[in-house]
């Protein structure tokens, strides 16, 4: 079954058609053939289309036609296309565009309506329609029929009536961009049935009236559909409308009026009686009754109902008097009666003329004896034409058989309800034509109706039918499937044959069962559209998720299904989902890195004067043998807070570097002995270092401590033995690479054990501060989190691959020096001594700190000034203090050391300036600052101060 809708039916349903076809996408509608043609309009489009192919629409809202949108120029192909009355108004502005049909309706609006915003074209009637307009670009269709409207066409102001829709028409990226309209003026025949019903109203009141009984009956159980006030009276009651004419008078049966009348129906042949006696009620008295009996024809001469009119007639028997004027009063009914005939005779006329439909009488030889001017409007041909031309030389050749059939039923009498067929037009084209004939008294009464525009609409919902992407299907409550489209064989392999002849729950996943189930059970309770999804069972074994649209029928045996295919969709879902984590994964580690590096700096501020303290007992030889032994340990446990201390503000990314241009290959191969014996004789070390490496980016120092921090970690992870494996080499990286990095040319240095390996729960944390699975006590789960810090610092990346049992291998991706490799034999650097009677200003916020650093200033042989804030040390300068070097922590409240530095040097130019810092990120500080980073003994500050001084001595 290919055809999920019923047979063409009235405008209201043809109006939905369109709707459902642009609400579906117009990119089904395209014409392949003409695609490349971006400026041609459809050769089918007439004069409107000779228009648009001519106008300069450079200048317009809507642009150069090759610029518009293949949606835009889809819908008008379309409208160029019909026949029917069409527009579309697309674009912020509503520009209008529409077919030759149209122009009718515009009148002398037309041509300049072309390309105008809808609500120009229209102003006199926006105030009506603008909420169908703006439900249509909200995405809703809408339905009108019959609509008033008073327009302005032709110069002067019209009541007018029309049946249209709006449907909402969307571009390539499913917004709605304009509106589509087909629609069709109705004016003539509302006019023509408001004058019908004046002249039947004029008569039912004539009627109403009259002296004598008037009844209308219809139908052949001769249904009470009017009477009058003298029927009333003489019937003696008024329980007549709707009812039969047996039920109403069941008192009379046997008197021969029942079957008098229905012989009227059913022969079509009048009665007229005098005194027939008549006795109502079951009483015995005997009232006598002349009446006329009239069959009642429409348009086609079929019989559809009786007229009964006449006077009661008791008097005639009872004087000449009575007699003679019944006559008189009979005669006067009888003129009445021919009065009428003549005004339904004429009305009979007026519709046969203004009928849009082809109304005509046939006879059994195949010629039209009659036909109204419907013919020469649709067909084009002259009456004198048709009715002298055989029938059978109007009809398309693939049609001839059919009818001939058709028409062999009508020479039998049997009536034909719904036929189609093409009928030629003058213009050398084919109109479709729906029959409705009835054979009577030896002639064929046809009416037909033009619904080219219906089988047209038909063949578009074929074509979509057959080239729609998505699944469609029409199937009953009971699980059977009667129509698929192909897309069902393309998207699951399975032949229509086989999906027509299984249930579809068959197809359907056993746990997807329940939930398709009931929501078909839900759309069949409420008559309501519904969503769900599924997986369905491809030929291939494949379980392949479809998100449904499915909408019942009426009658409630029936659905619609559209299936799409949600792979890509459920993929991107994924995706996005991976995404989602990978960003809280980053949000988890920048929080800790702010954590950690916070708590590295108030750490640092707090070993400061510990390890100052330690380290001049130290080199005071203060105690004896026993209290200087515990001192250096006392040294040696503060220097591996320092360690731990620097490791936590490399995760954190704030330890303060070197990046040089470093030879990894070099670097990998001097620590080879270093890691060699730190790993033990179980392990066999191998290290792979490529040729011809180019310079990394790096800090060495701390280069050198992450490899060694791997090594342990892969000894940790081979208690047994094993391989360490270390490779040098040069690695291009693609775009969205495991490392995250931009793609480019790096240097990568892989470390890679055969030991227990991770988890994937495992991996997820290994980069946390203080995660380890290696116990209490023997770890501090900041080895690979130093790591990870250092290379992000650096510019890196780093990507960990391991599973359980399978070994771990860590890789390093380090940015590639644009300079060469430095020569590293630097000679030693010597402390100079400070110039004689030197003053230190001395600036921390810090108490402990500031006297720690004091004492080693002092024991370095410098006069020391102390401050606890810039302010203060500002205001020692401003007050003409001698100074010859200032020593500022960086982070203090009020003044930072950096702005204490640069004020302090503009009141004494070339003063030396030691930044010193727990924190170790120094924002804003120049590389003209020398700076020291918390904590340190007395032998990095003086080797730092040495430094200081030697560059400006140099530079005097």
Not at 345 to 366: C, F, H, K, V, Y
Not at 731 to 741: A, M
């Amino acid at each position: 079954m290919r055809r999920i809708a019923d047979g063409p039916g009235d405008w209201k349903r043809r109006s939905l058609i369109v709707i459902a076809i642009s609400q579906f996408g117009s990119h089904a509608l395209v014409d392949r053939k003409n695609e490349s043609d971006v400026t041609a309009f459809s050769s089918a489009g007439g004069k409107v289309g000779a228009l648009m192919q001519a106008r300069d629409w450079s200048v317009s809202a809507l642009g150069v036609p090759s610029a518009w949108p293949q949606s835009l120029r889809s819908v008008v192909d379309l409208v160029l296309g019909s026949k029917f009355p069409m527009f579309v108004a697309w674009g912020e502005e509503l520009s209008l565009l529409y077919n030759d049909a149209y122009v009718e309706i515009l009148g002398a609006k037309h041509p300049r309506s072309l390309g105008l915003p809808l609500q120009d074209v229209w102003q006199e009637i926006w105030p009506d329609i603008e909420p169908l307009v703006h439900a249509a670009l909200a995405g809703e269709a809408s339905f009108r029929e019959n609509l008033p409207l008073t327009i302005k066409r032709r110069g002067q102001i019209e009541d007018t009536w029309f049946t249209f829709s709006y449907s909402p028409v969307r571009d390539e990226t499913g917004k709605v961009a304009g509106l589509f309209c087909a629609c069709a003026e109705t004016t003539a025949q509302i006019l023509s049935k408001q004058q019908a019903d004046v002249v039947q109203e004029r008569q039912r009141q004539m009627l109403l009236q009259m002296p004598g009984f008037v009844a209308m009956l219809s139908g052949p159980d001769l249904i009470f559909t009017y009477i009058n006030n003298a029927y009333v009276e003489i019937s003696e009651r008024t329980d007549f409308i709707g009812r039969r004419f047996r039920d109403v008078f069941a008192d009379i049966s046997g008197q021969g009026f029942h079957e008098l009348f229905e012989s009227v129906f059913h022969t079509g042949k009048g009665v007229v009686t005098r005194g027939m006696e008549l006795r109502l009620h079951g009483r015995g008295d005997v009232q006598y009754v002349d009446f006329v009996l009239e069959p009642i024809h429409d348009e086609l001469g079929v019989v559809t109902g009786v007229f009964v009119g006449g006077y009661e007639t008791t008097e005639v028997y009872q004087g000449s008097e009575t007699l003679r004027a019944s006559n008189a009063r009979l005669r006067e009914l009888n003129a009445d009666l021919e009065r009428q005939d003549i005004e339904r005779s004429r009305e009979r006329q007026r519709t046969w003329e203004i009928s849009s439909d082809l109304l005509s009488i046939a006879t059994p030889d195949g010629m039209f004896q009659s036909v109204n001017p419907a013919w020469t409007t649709t067909l084009g041909w002259s009456t004198e034409r048709v009715t002298r031309t055989p029938l059978f030389d109007f009809i398309h050749p693939d049609d001839l058989a059919r009818t001939r059939k058709v028409f062999g039923l009508l020479q039998r009498g049997d009536p034909v309800l719904r036929f189609e067929n093409r009928y030629a037009h003058a213009d050398g084209s084919w109109r479709w034509l729906s029959w409705v004939a009835v054979p009577v008294d030896g002639k064929f009464y046809c009416s037909a109706r033009d619904v080219t525009h219906e089988k047209e609409a038909e063949a578009e919902r074929d074509r979509l039918w057959e080239l729609s992407q998505d699944m469609l299907a029409r199937a009953d409550y009971a699980g059977k499937l009667s129509a698929v489209n192909p897309a069902w064989t393309q998207l699951l392999g399975w032949s229509e044959g086989e999906l027509l002849t299984n249930p579809y729950a068959d197809i359907i996943h056993p746990q997807d069962v329940p939930v398709t189930l009931a929501a078909l059970d839900g759309m069949e309770g409420t008559g309501q559209p519904t969503r769900f999804e599924n997986r369905v069972l491809t030929k291939s074994g494949e379980w392949k998720p479809i998100g449904w649209t499915v909408s019942p029928e009426p009658g409630g045996v029936n659905f619609i299904a559209i299936g799409r295919d949600l792979a890509d969709y459920k993929a991107r879902e994924r995706e996005l989902e991976e995404a989602h984590q990978a960003l809280r994964q980053s949000q988890k580690m920048e929080a800790m890195g702010s954590l950690t590096g916070g708590v590295a700096h108030d750490f640092n501020n707090l070993l400061t004067p510990i390890m100052g303290s330690l380290d001049m007992l130290v080199r005071r030889g203060l105690g004896n043998e026993r209290e200087r032994r515990l001192i250096d340990g006392a040294l040696q446990s503060a220097d591996r807070a320092k360690t731990l201390v620097q490791r936590l503000l490399a995760f954190a990314r704030r330890q303060p570097l070197q990046p040089i241009a470093v030879d990894l290959g070099a670097l990998v191969e001097g620590m080879a002995g270093l890691i060699g014996s730190t790993i033990g004789p179980n392990i066999d070390l191998r290290v792979d270092i490529a040729d011809d490496l180019p310079p990394a980016d790096a800090d060495p120092n701390q280069l050198e401590m992450a490899i060694l921090n791997l090594g342990v970690n892969a000894r940790d992870a081979m208690p047994h033995g094993g391989t360490l494996t270390i490779v040098a080499a040069r690695d291009s990286l693609g775009d969205g690479n495991r490392s995250g990095l931009e793609a480019g040319e790096y240097l990568r240095l892989s470390v890679a054990d055969t030991g227990v390996g991770m988890d994937e729960a495992t991996r997820a944390r290994a980069v946390e501060p203080f995660f380890s699975t290696k116990g209490i006590g023997k770890g501090t789960g900041l080895g690979l989190s130093m790591v990870y810090g250092l290379v992000a610092q650096l510019g890196g990346g780093m990507a960990i691959a391991s599973e359980a049992g399978q070994g771990t291998k860590v890789d390093l991706w380090l940015p590639i020096s644009s300079h060469l490799v430095e020569n590293e034999d630097v000679p030693d650097r010597v402390a100079l001594p400070p110039p004689a009677r030197a003053r230190a200003l001395l600036v921390d916020d810090e108490t402990l700190v500031r006297m720690s650093t004091a004492d080693m200033l002092i024991d370095l042989g410098y006069e020391v000034v102390e401050a606890g804030s810039g302010d203060e040390a500002l205001r020692l300068f401003e007050h003409g203090a001698t100074i010859d070097l200032l020593v500022t922590d960086h982070l203090m409240p009020g003044m930072s050391g950096v702005e204490l530095a640069r004020l302090a040097q503009a009141l004494k130019p070339g003063l030396p300036v030691l930044v010193v810092s727990g924190y170790a990120e120094l924002d804003g500080v120049a590389a003209d600052l020398p700076r020291l980073t918390k904590p340190f003994r007395n032998a990095e500050l003086a080797d730092s101060l040495g430094v200081l001084l030697r560059g400006n001595a140099d530079s005097d």
